[in-house]
């Protein structure tokens, strides 16, 4: 999964906070230097963990500064400061922006308002969730609500928007502007609009106030997602208690146990986790009521109308018409994987054969497993973490030109003396940002893995441009006294993922911050990460890295082929119940108020576009929480696939390490951020303007047609 571009706030000034954004395709200054202090990306990850360390403190040995660099930020305290001064130098914009005539000024004043709130509160998103020291998680948490208070007054302040649309109406001046700045300008406006900055002075407080509540439902609702729930141990078979954490007389459940070879284990761990709660129940509510509310307060039929303004799909009709004609091609492949599943499960537990919604992702497991011997266990030699990280190095080094360097970081810098900083290089641009790799599991960190951005890069006013900065977020296990840190074949495709995030962040260099990197239309954000688990699967790719880490030995062909192929099975189901959440998704964001209650519609969508059986006294709803962040939007990962399909099958599949296609990728997707529409942005790649059957087509051949034809042929 995207994380970071604050999704939460659906503001003119928050659209980059939000992760909306705009054409730009900035030139930045000359080369930057290369630092002495780099060292090779492999041997940074795969060296032992004492000895990182030790590293770590005689790197850190000189001044002390505070988190990602930020002064301020050496102290829980300093968020107050960064907020206070970010809030006062906004001011000092709105005012210069109330004033200046208008010209490319306005937007240049515009994106520096927009860039001073995102610099503490995109960093604040990250630190409250990850950083493991509570007071820095509690001020992070407080920095972001004040500043996302601030920014939705900022949406409906009127002299604010008059500036600008002085700027918009004078057509003389704006036939001046290049493109560019041009569409951030309009961008700017349109973000206003969907604020409610046309409205009366009381409507326009009553968004405001929607805005704000809406935040906090986000956050109540996302926090009961990963709550566990408790049971009377009494109530569960004895001899399946020790599966569960026990808190005197009671087991908590706090996951699905989806893995567990045990059906009853299983079974009771979906009926416990997923059982009703009255609260997140009345949470859920109230905020879908609410985001109803805010669209239709604005001039929107539903909220998805409102969320689908700018994307691929541009509307919930079209979303529709995807699903279902998606759901249709594959209904007939989801019901034969279903029937292998059940055989599976009779061959395994006659005594209760009828497959279940806990069912699914186990047997599906086992039938892989079974049909290819694909054993984690073989493969995860040849992944060791540092091998992975000189695969990517390597990948981006033919595709892009671009190189990865270890750097030490400073006293403060980092918030886990685990993390690593990684310096993106082009060979001839010179440096252009910065990753830094939060990889490893630690007590409550979050086990997600995640993509988030900094600070955005952007030209300032003195003509140097500002770098990029990102966290990548894993759960990776660490290096032990005998093996460094080995990754599962799903392991080595998330870090794939997350890493192609990463290179659009880096690469959208566009001149206006408010659209740089991945701050752009949901369902395009995820392309680029999902082509890099493309190249993540193709053998040409993987024989490149993986070596075993005591004997050198390459990981077999036929092991990649195997691994694969594998994936193919069950495939169809899998991608059902994707459709299934997406509908639910739509409808739940649809026509309001909702028909029928939250379960119910649970219910009947899960019928429609599944086909395994609703549990009573159950609501998977209440764990869904991809509600908060991709409200409207979860049809993004399948519409995403399917292009990311078609750019690997007609641009790398041939040839993954094509310069000029390479080339190519970047001048026509990353290159713009979210600065073109994101349509162009795939025209201009395929040479073609895909249509619904196009999509549907592209991801219902992954499923038969053997997308690794020149690993498993040659």
């Known amino acids: 999964m995207l994380a970071g571009c604050r999704q939460a706030l659906p503001a003119a000034l928050g659209r980059a906070l939000r992760g909306r954004a705009l054409r730009g395709r900035a030139a930045g200054p000359g080369r930057r230097a290369v630092s002495t202090s780099w060292c090779p990306v492999g041997a940074a990850f795969d060296a032992k963990q004492q000895q990182q360390r030790q590293q770590l403190r005689s790197g850190a040995a000189g001044r002390e500064t505070g988190l990602f660099g930020v002064p301020e930020l050496s102290c829980p305290e300093g968020f107050q400061e960064a907020q206070d001064k970010a809030l006062q130098e906004s001011e000092q914009l709105v005012q210069k922006a109330c004033s200046t005539p208008p010209g490319p000024e306005t937007v240049m004043i515009f994106d520096q308002l ?94 405001v106030n929607l805005n704000v509540r809406i935040l906090d439902l986000c956050n109540e609702f996302l926090t009961g997602t990963h709550l566990p729930n408790k049971i009377d141990k009494q109530v569960l078979p004895e001899h399946i208690r020790y599966n569960f954490t026990a808190e005197g007389n009671y087991l908590q459940v706090a996951g ?39 669209a239709q307060l604005v001039g929107y039929d539903t909220f998805a109308h409102r969320a689908l303004q700018g994307t691929m799909a541009r509307n919930p009709e079209t979303v529709r018409q995807f699903l279902e004609k998606l759901s249709d091609q594959l209904s007939k492949r989801t019901q034969k994987d279903f029937e292998m599943m059940t055989k599976m499960k009779m061959k395994l537990n006659p005594q209760n054969s009828n497959l279940m919604p806990w069912d699914h992702p186990y047997y599906s497991g086992v039938l892989r497993a079974e049909r290819y011997n694909i054993d984690p266990g073989l493969y995860c030699p040849f992944f060791s973490l540092g091998a992975c990280m000189e695969g990517l190095n390597s990948l981006f080094s033919q595709l892009l030109g671009i190189s990865l360097y270890a750097e030490q970081t400073q006293r403060g810098e980092v918030w886990s003396e685990d993390v690593r900083k990684l310096a993106v290089v082009h060979e001839t641009e010179g440096l252009l940002g910065y990753i830094y790799c939060d990889f490893f599991q630690r007590p409550d960190k979050p086990h997600q893995d995640c993509h988030f951005t900094v600070r955005g890069g952007r030209l300032r006013e003195n003509g140097e441009y500002q770098l990029p900065v990102v966290v990548l977020m894993l759960s990776l296990p660490h290096s032990t006294r005998g093996a460094p840190t080995l990754l599962s074949p799903g392991m080595m495709e998330n870090l794939f993922h997350e890493m192609g995030h990463a290179m659009h962040s880096m690469l959208g260099r566009t001149r206006y911050q408010h659209v740089t990197g991945t701050r752009c239309p949901t369902d395009f954000a995820e392309v680029p990460s999902i082509l890099m688990e493309y190249f993540a699967n193709d053998y040409r790719v993987v024989n490149q890295f993986a070596r075993h880490y005591k004997t050198g030995q390459p990981l077999p062909k036929n092991m990649v082929s195997r691994l694969c192929e594998s994936k193919k099975l069950c495939a169809a189901a899998d991608m059902q119940l994707q459709v299934f959440y997406a509908a639910l998704d739509q409808i739940y964001h649809g026509k309001h108020p909702l028909k029928k209650s939250t379960t119910e519609i649970l219910k009947e969508t899960q019928e ?18 991809h509600l908060v962040g991709y409200g409207a939007k979860y049809y993004s990962y399948l519409m995403s696939r399917a292009v990311a399909s078609m750019v690997w099958k007609q641009c790398f599949a041939q040839d993954p390490f094509d310069r000029a296609m390479g080339e190519r990728y970047r001048r ?6 979210g600065g073109k529409e994101p349509i162009l942005m795939v025209q201009g790649m395929l040479q073609k303007s895909p249509s619904v059957e196009d999509f549907v087509d592209a991801l219902v051949s992954d499923l038969d047609q053997d997308f690794e034809t020149f690993i498993t042929d040659s």
């Open 114 to 207: 927009s860039d001073g709130l995102c610099r503490v509160a995109d960093l604040a998103d990250f630190v409250k969730i990850a950083h493991p020291d509570f007071a820095f998680r509690e001020a992070a948490e407080e920095a972001c609500r004040n500043i996302g208070t601030v920014v939705e007054k900022l949406n409906t302040d009127v002299e604010l928007c008059q500036s600008l649309r002085r700027l918009l109406d004078d057509e003389t001046v704006m036939s001046s502007l290049d493109p560019e700045t041009r569409r951030v300008a309009e961008l700017f406006m349109f973000d206003f609009e969907i604020s409610g900055i046309h409205l009366d002075e009381e409507k326009r407080k009553k968004a």
């Open 256 to 294: 699905l146990h989806a893995d567990c070879p045990d059906d009853l284990v299983r079974e009771a761990a979906y009926k416990i986790f997923l059982y009703p709660n009255a609260e997140q129940l009345s949470h859920l509510e109230e905020l879908l009521a609410s985001r109803n509310s805010l």
């Open 608 to 625: 429609k576009f599944y086909g395994l059986p609703y549990v009573p006294n159950t609501a998977w709803q209440l764990r869904f929480s």
């Open 668 to 673: 026509e997707m990353l290159a713009h951020g």
